[in-house]
């Protein structure tokens, strides 16, 4: 554990990523269709906190492996991530996923 903790210390201390523009196309993409496809639905609206929340992961994710700048990878894994958890919120009663 001591080994680990000094790796987020060092981390937080020394590592600030930027979200570069490849990153940041995607991002964008993925937000602008989920609100598109959840705008008139009587589900849970997406609001720029879930583009905010897309943007702190892109930057933890970059961190973890001390970059400085947040890669397409980095974007995709967060894309990923969004869309497994928003199966529940989204997903009818068979199960179909309109994420």
Known sequence: YPLLRRYIAYAKQYCFPKLGQEASAMIQKFYLELRQRHHTSD???ITTRQLESLLRL???RARCELRDTVTAADA???IDIMRESLV???SDETGHIDV
């Open 88 to 90: 529940d919120v989204y």
């Open 76 to 78: 995709q894994d967060v």
């Open 43 to 45: 589900g849970t609206p």
């Open 58 to 60: 892109c930057e933890a």
